[in-house]
Structure formats: structure tokens, C-alpha cells
T-cell receptor, first 112, second 114 residues
Framework: DGGITQSPKYLFRKEGQNVTLSCEQN?????MYWYRQDPGQGLRLIYY???????QKGDIAEGYSVSREKKESFPLTVTSAQKNPTAFYLC???????????FGQGTRLTVV | DAKTTQPNSMESNEEEPVHLPCNHS???????IHWYRQLPSQGPEYVIH???SNVNNRMASLAIAEDRKSSTLILHRATLRDAAVYYC???????????????FGQGTILTVHP
């Protein structure tokens, strides 16, 4: 089945540690996105990528880094520089601006 | 980026139609209007999108005003499973192969009563 997979579903880390969230899609989509959602809030864009080896900062990129070495994969690293990393992280992909986006089920990151 | 304005919340009864409004007065000519919905602790789900003409699919209908400054998502017969947060989003087109960002607002919380 085609889709977008985020892993793990729940992740716990100690403060000061970097952590990498996985996002894989087998939909052959060019564009991929990372969002953060805090309780009771809407989604905020962290980074997005439209083609391999290229990505742009979204609205809240500070403290995060990404890579896009393969079309299928767009991992997000939450660095120790991110002041409030505890949140629900969502990855999405789409084929073009006139098409809908598909979202993964999210990774809930808790930093203690 | 062009912004959208939606009511914070709406209520409906089961099996009745629901009209969810969205204002986007600063929309540009190449912005697509997208709708997504999100259930608690899940990723958003694509519902429908359109550019100028009204659109229908198995989930909903999208009615776009003639001046494109507003749109309405129509759920023809609400069910309890339709209770979710509904997001209206404008997807900008920057030309060429640019796919444009999807910028989410606060959305409308839809409550469906049995």
C-alpha cells in the first residue's frame, strides 16, 4: 500500500540530546513537509522540500535541521538548540501545488 | 502568504448538512483553496481542493464565491465521524516547479450531535 510513514509514534528523550524523526513515503511525491503541533493549536511549518537535495525553512525552523538525500525520505532532527521540543510532529508529502497533501500519523516527542 | 479566516467552532446535528465558511479576501489568482480535517491525535486528512469552480467528491463539496474571496465546505449529511477540526488553506503557487507551502490556521472545531 502506498502511503507516508512516520516512526516512532512516541519518542522520549532527555533534555540536551539531539533526536531524529523518520519520515518515509512511497507515493513518488516530490514535495515533503514537516510540521509541529502544540496542544490545542494549528500546525506550524518547520521545513519543506520540493526536490531531492533542496529544502527551505518554514515559519519555525530554528532549532531544527533536515536532509533530503532521497526522494522517499525526509528526516527531521530536533537539536538541543530547540527550546521547547515537546510537541506532536507531522510529516506530509504532495505531488504538486494543485494536489492534496498526504500526512503521516505523527510522532509525539516528549523531552524530559 | 494569503491568510484565511474561519469561525472557531460550529455545531451540527447528525444527518443534517453542514456549511463551513472560510474567508480569504487576499487570495491571489493562482492560489488553490484546500480543505483538510484532523481528528484528535491523528495527522490531517485531505478533504477537497479547488481553484475557481465548485468541486464535488465522495467526502464533501466545495463552493467557491465568484470573486474567490470566500469559500464554503459542505458536508451533505453530517455523521459523528465528521466531528473534527477543519482547516481551510490557501496553497500559493510560486511558478515553475514550485509546489508552494501549506500554511495552517486555527481551523474550525466541528461538533456533531447525535
Amino acid at each position: 500500500d502506498g502511503g507516508i510513514t512516520q516512526s516512532p509514534k512516541y519518542l522520549f528523550r532527555k533534555e540536551g540530546q539531539n533526536v531524529t524523526l523518520s519520515c518515509e513515503q512511497n507515493l513518488n511525491h516530490d514535495a515533503m513537509y514537516w510540521y509541529r503541533q502544540d496542544p490545542g493549536q494549528g500546525l506550524r511549518l518547520i521545513y519543506y522540500s520540493q526536490i531531492v537535495n533542496d529544502f527551505q525553512k518554514g515559519d519555525i525552523a530554528e532549532g531544527y535541521s533536515v536532509s533530503r538525500e532521497k526522494k522517499e525520505s525526509f528526516p527531521l532532527t530536533v537539536t538541543s538548540a530547540q527550546k521547547n521540543p515537546t510537541a506532536f510532529y507531522l510529516c506530509a508529502s504532495s505531488i504538486g501545488h494543485g494536489s492534496g497533501a498526504f500526512f503521516g500519523q505523527g510522532t509525539r516527542l516528549t523531552v524530559v | 502568504d494569503a491568510k484565511t479566516t474561519q469561525p472557531n467552532s460550529m455545531e451540527s446535528n447528525e444527518e443534517e448538512p453542514v456549511h463551513l465558511p472560510c474567508n480569504h479576501s487576499t487570495i491571489s489568482g493562482t492560489d488553490y483553496i484546500h480543505w483538510y480535517r484532523q481528528l484528535p491525535s491523528q495527522g490531517p486528512e485531505y478533504v477537497i481542493h479547488g481553484l475557481t469552480s465548485n468541486v464535488n467528491n465522495r467526502m464533501a463539496s466545495l463552493a467557491i464565491a465568484e470573486d474567490r474571496k470566500s469559500s464554503t465546505l459542505i458536508l451533505h449529511r453530517a455523521t459523528l465521524r465528521d466531528a473534527a477540526v477543519y482547516y481551510c488553506i490557501l496553497r500559493a503557487y510560486a511558478g515553475g516547479t514550485s509546489y508552494g507551502k501549506l500554511t495552517f490556521g486555527q481551523g474550525t472545531i466541528l461538533t456533531v450531535h447525535p
